[in-house]
């Protein structure tokens, strides 16, 4: 962002160049920072030429901008006692603080979406961002690779550095770890959702942890690596009939129904031959195979619909053929969804609670929740939600000029 008029730091303008190189520079009073270098063109005198300009912040200093010698041309006279030798520039242009701010709404962005799938959602994102007038841009991220360092980390992308995003929507699968994310973080490009949150958020077993920290309600759970000890693992939740889920269960597929006691010890014994984690949980009989999904972006639920489950079938996930429809959720819930998001430090979720006699129970926090379902059970945009969002902590916004206190 540029300041064009010294004094005015409520006035900005949103500026982009490529970055050519970064260099180690000493200023005047002998200390160094490194700095980004672009290449821009140069006008005087009605001759224009490109120079090389360093990156840095000058807005406490008298002048925003200074050019050495090396970038002017050798024709060009240097006289240190003279004072605008050019026509001075006519700041008309920046009189409106609205004008600006209308400006940097304009502002198109560049915008990644890091996925490995075609869907719904995907499509979804990048059509809505191009309708508003952003390059977006989808990732593969198992096509990434990144150069780890102090002075420019970069992620590359099938021989080719990827360019300089505004910010990134991360729609990665569980079995994605978010390192290309943690990457994005180190460069400084905003990232909708964090690392840390979506590594939380696709570990069932420190999610459950993680939820428990904060006193978020949720069915009773426990966790096994193959326990010996098969009855006292259902004991610690209750009786049956119980849950049984794999850790690295998705969309419903790895979740079975144990009716019995002694059809959970024979699910608990199939995952103990199979070497696998866990979770036992208690199965929520008065949700009568429904739940709740509510997408929260920025602290607030903009969007809520409840899924039943299709006859026979105790799971509500829509890819298991489960339904969904409008429904208006509780003050209670809506408290829980918000308080579980904000637990996983995420900014955009989905949050599966269920009702029970005992309040709502969440069952799932997801970092990458889909758009189908929900734009299709409640006719909302939540894809220009999502945007809005983005553009809110992306583009910049005129900084309120400071008013002289009258003593």
């Not at 008309?92 to 400006?103: F, G, K, N, P, Q």
Request: hydrophobic share 35%; proline share 5%; charged share 25%.
């Amino acid at each position: 962002m540029v300041h064009p008029i010294p004094g005015r730091n409520d006035l900005v303008i949103p500026c982009s160049a490529p970055i050519i190189d970064r260099r180690e520079v000493t200023s005047s009073n002998g200390e160094s920072e490194s700095r980004y270098v672009i290449e821009t063109e140069f006008l005087v005198g009605g001759r224009s030429w490109p120079i090389e300009v360093t990156l840095t912040n000058r807005l406490g200093m008298a002048m925003h901008m200074l050019v050495g010698r090396q970038a002017l041309l050798p024709e060009i006279t240097i006289n240190a006692t003279e004072r605008f030798c050019q026509p001075e520039l006519n700041y008309d242009l920046y009189h409106s603080t609205r004008a600006m701010r209308e400006s940097a709404i304009r502002r198109a962005l560049r915008i990644a979406v890091l996925t490995r799938e075609n869907n719904y959602s995907n499509d979804r994102l990048i059509a809505e961002g191009e309708a508003r007038g952003h390059t977006v841009e989808k990732i593969d991220t198992s096509r990434c690779y990144m150069a780890i360092n102090a002075m420019s980390p970069e992620v590359h992308y099938d021989g080719a550095r990827l360019p300089r995003y505004d910010a990134v929507i991360p729609r990665i699968g569980s079995s994605i770890t978010p390192a290309v994310i943690r990457q994005f973080e180190t460069i400084g490009t905003y990232c909708v959702n964090g690392s840390q949150g979506i590594t939380a958020s696709r570990d069932k077993l420190h999610s459950h942890q993680l939820m428990a920290r904060h006193r978020i309600g949720m069915p009773n759970t426990a966790f096994a690596s193959s326990p010996k000890d098969t009855d006292s693992l259902i004991g610690l939740v209750g009786t049956a009939p119980l849950i049984v889920k794999l850790l690295e269960s998705t969309q419903g597929k790895g979740v079975v129904l144990a009716e019995t006691k002694k059809a959970a010890q024979s699910v608990i014994s199939a995952f103990r031959g199979l070497k696998a984690n866990f979770l036992v949980q208690d199965f929520v009989k008065e949700a009568n195979g429904e739940d709740i999904r509510c997408w929260v972006i920025d602290g607030k639920v903009v969007a809520s619909m409840k899924r039943s489950a299709a006859a026979g079938d105790f799971r509500s996930n829509l890819h298991q053929g489960g339904q969904a429809n409008t429904v208006r959720i509780t003050k209670a819930e809506r408290e829980t969804a918000v308080r579980a998001v904000k637990a996983f430090g995420l900014r955009m979720a989905g949050v599966d609670p269920l009702r029970s006699n005992d309040g709502p129970k969440v069952l799932e926090v997801n970092s990458s929740p889909g758009l189908e379902g929900i734009e299709k059970a409640t006719g909302k945009n939540i894809a220009g939600l999502i945007y809005d969002h983005t553009e809110t902590y992306v583009r910049p916004h005129a900084v309120p000029k400071q008013t002289r206190r009258k003593g």
